[in-house]
């Protein structure tokens, strides 16, 4: 038995300069593993509570010291002298400390933060890494990156309303490869973006953020930036996008009032991701629909599943219940995790278990608020998932998970395939 010993948590900052939760375990042999918890900006309804302070004086109300608190408090009392290497039993007791649906009366951000310090904590006392305390296999599959370089949205001061363009490296046999590939791609853009006169400062999650023509105009700009590169858009490299539609579904429209001011129907949002989709080498939406627009999903995804990866972010918010329920209804065809969302590693993985089942392909993702914890990228090739969201290639905290993966992949050698193409099979 590998007996929890102590938690500490403390208030440290995150991507944005906001305050967030690191912890600390330390297990009875001595072994000590940390976290540091990701906060979102467009978050799903649903998902499970941060807690914050809302005491003014500090950091304009988003301290965390009453979730810091509570990790050497209440739930080091609940779970000292448990075994670290039973997760499931940790993370429901952990869960029974709170009390609560959502994990507010304790925190999420406090719970996550217990729940993968214990989980790194053990990794250090068995001397292996992350993902293969996660996972023990012979061979492991690296995920295929979704690289975030257009930002709009909640996460840009400009005048595009979807929120995310991302460069997927598919055609490649490394992980490495790919990531260089993406890379350049990123850098032929800055060059595009340079010689249009646009702005090339970076919005949260490192991808450039210029005020644009449309918000069709990110997909040109892509297409040719991949060109530039010299890579063939859909064979080399495809795109994604997160629409982050909640944010702008207002009363049963889709209203695009950070560039045009259009408003959209439904219907008139599923026809625009088709024409995309014949248009461009596009092969991913996600949030294509409001997480309210539960008919928009239904209707659409028999059309358009065949063709996009329909991905559901905040429709899901990694909840095992919710997720059920929206499989049963019929609406998309993935699933975005998000560990904060719901707040437990057991949780987490019970998402990707009930993806599995039901043929649903699962994207571990970062948040726009981060820090240098990597447990994404660990946890990515631990599940398999074979696709990872985790920003552009700059920002230290979106770098930091690229570098760690291909940490993994050099210290695996053969033993590590890269998922490129299989991982979208169903689409290409
Ligand atoms: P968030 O954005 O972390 O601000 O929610 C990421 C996403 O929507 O996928
Ligand atoms: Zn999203």
């Known amino acids: ?41 467009s978050t799903g309804m649903n998902e499970a509570v941060e807690l914050r302070d809302n005491d003014r004086t500090r950091f304009g109300g988003k301290g965390v010291r009453k979730a810091v608190g509570h990790v050497g408090n209440e739930l080091l009392d609940a779970v000292r002298g448990f075994d670290a290497d039973d997760q499931q039993r940790l993370d429901e007791e952990l869960r ?13 951000n406090a719970i996550l ?27 492991y599959t690296l995920p295929v990156p979704m690289v975030n370089v257009l930002n709009g949205g909640e996460h840009a001061d400009n005048n595009v309303d979807i929120q995310e363009f991302m460069l997927v ?23 595009i973006l340079t010689k249009k006169g646009y702005s090339t400062a970076v919005g949260d999650e490192g991808g450039f953020a210029p005020r644009l023509e449309s918000n069709e105009e990110p997909m040109q700009l892509l297409v040719g930036a991949i060109g530039q590169a010299g890579y063939k858009p859909g064979r080399h490299i495809s795109i994604a996008i997160d629409a982050a539609s909640s944010e702008f579904y207002e009363q049963g429209t889709y209203v695009f009032s950070q560039s045009d001011g259009s408003r959209r129907s439904s219907d008139d949002m599923s026809k625009m991701w088709a024409s995309w989709a014949e248009a461009y080498p596009l092969i991913s939406v996600e949030d294509a629909f409001s997480e309210e627009d539960h008919g928009g999903w239904r209707k659409a995804t028999p059309k358009l599943g065949s063709k996009l990866q329909l991905v559901g972010d905040d429709l899901f918010v990694t909840n095992p219940a919710i997720f059920k329920q929206g499989i049963a209804e019929g ?16 949780e987490t993985l019970q998402c990707i278990e009930i993806a599995r089942t039901n043929e649903y392909t699962y994207i571990i993702s970062h948040r726009s608020g981060e820090t240098s914890d990597t447990t994404i990228a660990d946890l990515a090739v631990a599940t398999g998932s074979g696709q990872i969201k985790t920003g552009s ?22 033993r590590a395939a890269y998922a490129g193409r299989n991982a979208f099979q169903r689409w290409l």
């Open 113 to 139: 933060g217990v729940s993968l310090a214990a989980a790194r904590a053990m990794a250090n006392e068995k001397r292996i890494p992350l993902y293969r305390h996660l996972t023990d296999a012979e061979t």
């Open 96 to 108: 029974a400390a709170d009390g609560t649906v959502n994990k507010g009366r304790i925190g999420a």
């Open 393 to 414: 290639t700059c920002r230290g905290e979106r770098t930091a998970k690229y570098n760690r993966l291909l940490e993994i992949e050099a210290e695996l050698g053969d």
């Open 169 to 191: 490296p598919l055609g490649f046999n490394k992980f490495s490869d790919a990531l260089r590939a993406v890379t350049e791609t990123f850098h032929s853009l800055q060059a």
């Open 331 to 346: 609406l998309g065809n993935s699933i975005l995790i998000k560990l904060n969302q719901i707040g437990t590693l057991t």
């Open 1 to 41: 038995m590998s007996k929890i010993s102590n938690l500490e948590g403390l208030e440290v900052l995150d991507s944005r300069g906001n305050p967030t939760v690191q912890v600390t375990a330390t297990l009875e042999s001595g072994a000590r593993g940390s976290a540091r918890v990701p906060s979102g900006a």
